[in-house]
Every structure is written in C-alpha cells, then in structure tokens.
C-alpha cells in the first residue's frame, strides 16, 4: 500500500465521522492525489454549510494544494496526511471555505480581489458595502443562521492576515506541478468566485465551488442576492450551468458580468467554453462524476429557465 493511501485509511480509522474521498491520478511526473475530506460530526462541523476541502498530493508531499479549507479539524487533518508545505485556494468568501485557514498559516493564500477585500476588511461588496460578520449570518442575505458553534472563530483569521495573492479578473493562477488552475467568473454564487480545472490526461475535474448542492436527492440552487436582485442572481447561476452542459453560454450584459461590466466580456466567454464537458464536479458539497447527475443538471436549468420565463410574462 502506497504512503497516502495509507495515511488516508489512518486518517479514517483514527476519526470515522472525517469522510475521505480518495482518486489517483498519472501524471508526466509520477501520480498524485485527489483527495475530498467532510467533517460528518455535528460538534464540531458547520452543520449542513459544512463545506468539502480538496487536497492534491503528491506520494512524498513534496508538492501540496489546499482547495478552500473549511475543516476546523484541519491541523489534524494536515499532520495525518503529512502536509509539509502547501499552496492555498479559496474559491470565495464564505465561511465554510475558509474557517480553517490557520491550520496553513505558512502557505500562500490565493483568491480573487473581491474575496480579498471581504476577508481583509470585513465588509462585504455589493449593496452598500455593509458589514457581512456581525448579524450572526453565515454572509450577506443568507437565509440561515451560522452555527454558534463558529461566531467566536472569526476574529481568530478574520481580518485574513495571512500570506495572500489577489488574482485580478483577468489573471489565472497555475501550478507549476500539477496541471492545474484556477480563474475568476462572475457566474457563481457570490462575487469574485473562483473555479478551477484539473486536467490529468483524458479527464477533466471541474472545481465549480457551490455552483450547486444536492438536497434530499435534489439539485438545488443556493442563490445569494448581495449581487443583485433574484432575476439577476439566477441568470448568473445560469450561465455557468449551460456551460458546463456544453450549450451555448453568453456573457451577460454590463454590470451583471461583474465590477468590470463589459470589459471581459470575451475572456468570460472564452473561460465559459473551459467549463464544458468536464468528467467529474468537484463542488463545495460533494464529489461527482458527471455522467451520474448530467440529466439532474439539465431538469435543474430547464427548471429555472422556466422560472425565468415565468417571471417575465406573468409577475410584473
């Protein structure tokens, strides 16, 4: 049994509420790892906001990548895997991406401007700018409370004081060893969010954030309106899930395609057709291969597209 494999079943034996995903991949420079780790125990979790974090490995740790660490167990989690130094990614700004942050302390944090400024100023981006951590909300107009098991860890990483990196809409971030990266599209649940795709050879793993979530057997969406009102939310939602289908997705116009209104209109377009088609959905609440939920996607964009269509012609 090779090292992380090992570690892995340590790691769950030693903790069987830490559920680990675990899929290897071959690259030009030996294999590595995939790994989603969810914290199933309601003590220390974020309850149904719980997020999954990803870890890409390599077999001698040499190379490491956090993908949005919202494990409050995460120095554990870390020491287990024997993570020595690492890279960190968080896809956006809400708090089951991040809390866990401290457990890499000594890694560069990267994350898009928007991100950037909520964490580091407390504030949120859209409406006014008002503060998104002091009503015992998990962010700006969410509908459940966040659990009071975590309202006194914020000011342990917030304001984020970490080594950080904002991505400017237009840059990606690629790492220098697995085929990996990361850019910013205006078409998730939040602002400034960030998705990534890993691409080892005839795969594509599409790290989509919580583009959706899956609730009692359902695909649902989890629209968040700091972005604007509903109609423009959903359309955003929108957008993304067409291009991942594959069908035709356009930027939307002016300032629903973000900060920077038309002015990356074709960048979005063209990291819109990147989005299409991947193998598996490594999203915020769960890992999928695509083939197993695509006819689930399309019910959901039917769904909302009729939705849409409602509101235009019979609510004024």
């Given at each position: 049994?090779?090292?992380?494999?090992?570690?892995?079943?340590?790691?769950?034996?030693?903790?069987?509420?830490?559920?680990?995903?675990?899929?290897?991949?071959?690259?030009?420079?030996?294999?590595?790892?995939?790994?989603?780790?969810?914290?199933?125990?309601?003590?220390?979790?974020?309850?149904?906001?719980?997020?999954?974090?990803?870890?890409?490995?390599?077999?001698?740790?040499?190379?490491?990548?956090?993908?949005?660490?919202?494990?409050?167990?995460?120095?554990?989690?870390?020491?287990?895997?024997?993570?020595?130094?690492?890279?960190?990614?968080?896809?956006?700004?809400?708090?089951?991406?991040?809390?866990?942050?401290?457990?890499?302390?000594?890694?560069?944090?990267?994350?898009?401007?928007?991100?950037?400024?909520?964490?580091?100023?407390?504030?949120?981006?859209?409406?006014?700018?008002?503060?998104?951590?002091?009503?015992?909300?998990?962010?700006?107009?969410?509908?459940?409370?966040?659990?009071?098991?975590?309202?006194?860890?914020?000011?342990?990483?917030?304001?984020?004081?970490?080594?950080?990196?904002?991505?400017?809409?237009?840059?990606?971030?690629?790492?220098?060893?697995?085929?990996?990266?990361?850019?910013?599209?205006?078409?998730?649940?939040?602002?400034?969010?960030?998705?990534?795709?890993?691409?080892?050879?005839?795969?594509?793993?599409?790290?989509?954030?919580?583009?959706?979530?899956?609730?009692?057997?359902?695909?649902?969406?989890?629209?968040?309106?700091?972005?604007?009102d509903q109609r423009e939310v959903i359309d955003r939602v929108l957008v993304a899930l067409e291009a991942l289908l594959g069908q035709p997705a356009q930027p939307l116009p002016g300032p629903a395609n973000g900060p920077g209104g038309d002015t990356y209109s074709q960048l979005w377009a063209q990291r819109l057709r990147r989005l299409a088609h991947p193998t598996t959905l490594a999203l915020g609440h769960g890992l999928w291969d695509l083939a197993e939920c695509q006819a689930q996607i399309e019910h959901l964009?039917?769904?909302?597209?009729?939705?849409?269509?409602?509101?235009?012609?019979?609510?004024?």
């Amino acid at each position: 049994m090779l090292e992380i494999e090992l570690a892995v079943r340590k790691l769950q034996e030693s903790d069987p509420q830490l559920r680990v995903l675990s899929r290897r991949y071959e690259g030009p420079q030996g294999p590595y790892w995939l790994l989603g780790v969810l914290d199933l125990n309601p003590a220390r979790n974020l309850g149904g906001y719980q997020n999954q974090t990803y870890f890409l490995l390599t077999p001698d740790r040499s190379q490491a990548v956090v993908i949005d660490p919202g494990l409050r167990e995460g120095e554990r989690v870390r020491e287990a895997l024997g993570i020595r130094k690492c890279s960190a990614i968080i896809t956006h700004y809400h708090i089951d991406h991040w809390i866990g942050s401290d457990a890499y302390a000594d890694a560069t944090f990267y994350m898009s401007e928007a991100c950037a400024f909520v964490l580091t100023n407390r504030l949120g981006v859209g409406r006014g700018g008002q503060s998104i951590f002091t009503d015992g909300r998990l962010t700006d107009y969410h509908r459940t409370p966040t659990p009071p098991n975590v309202l006194k860890e914020w000011d342990r990483i917030l304001p984020f004081h970490y080594r950080l990196v904002r991505l400017r809409p237009d840059e990606t971030w690629r790492h220098p060893h697995f085929p990996l990266e990361f850019f910013e599209l205006p078409y998730g649940q939040t602002e400034g969010t960030l998705y990534g795709l890993l691409e080892p050879p005839g795969q594509k793993i599409l790290f989509g954030s919580d583009l959706f979530i899956k609730l009692n057997g359902m695909l649902c969406i989890e629209p968040h309106y700091s972005m604007g009102d509903q109609r423009e939310v959903i359309d955003r939602v929108l957008v993304a899930l067409e291009a991942l289908l594959g069908q035709p997705a356009q930027p939307l116009p002016g300032p629903a395609n973000g900060p920077g209104g038309d002015t990356y209109s074709q960048l979005w377009a063209q990291r819109l057709r990147r989005l299409a088609h991947p193998t598996t959905l490594a999203l915020g609440h769960g890992l999928w291969d695509l083939a197993e939920c695509q006819a689930q996607i399309e019910h959901l964009v039917a769904e909302l597209k009729e939705y849409r269509r409602i509101e235009r012609e019979h609510i004024i």
